[in-house]
């Protein structure tokens, strides 16, 4: 069974960044690959990045393309969002995800392992 746990939300201002991490546990990292979802309030979780488990291929929804960059470090057991030139819109709960295999995924329902969520809030 693999755990995760999110880390590095926070409130920061319309332009500025954050960086978030996930730290996996139980399981292999490297058999993994990994994406990164979010939800606001009354919306439904969406997709907003994926990687590989070698880290040599991602993936972004349109929205975030040029501001975010996912990355993972197999040494740590950690992937990483870094978010550059935050809106507003970017406001939400950001979840970190895990599945078992060697490409990657955009889709929620392929995804086999999720954590608790980190809050990130932008404000104008």
């Known amino acids: 069974q693999v755990q995760l746990a999110e880390s590095g939300g926070g409130l920061v201002q319309a332009g500025g960044s954050l960086r978030l991490s996930c730290a996996a546990s139980g399981g292999t990292f490297s058999s993994l690959f990994m994406g990164w979802f979010r939800q606001a309030p009354g919306k439904e979780r969406e997709f907003v990045c994926t990687?590989?488990?070698?880290?040599?291929?991602?993936y972004y929804v349109d929205s975030v393309k040029g501001r975010f960059t996912i990355s993972r470090d197999n040494a740590k057991n950690t992937v990483y969002l870094q978010m550059n030139s935050l809106k507003p819109d970017d406001t939400a709960i950001y979840y970190c995800a895990a599945a078992r295999g060697v490409g990657y995924s955009s889709y929620l329902r392929d995804y086999d392992y999720w954590g608790q969520g980190t809050q990130v809030t932008v404000s104008s």
């Open positions: 990687i590989n488990w070698s880290g040599d291929r991602t």
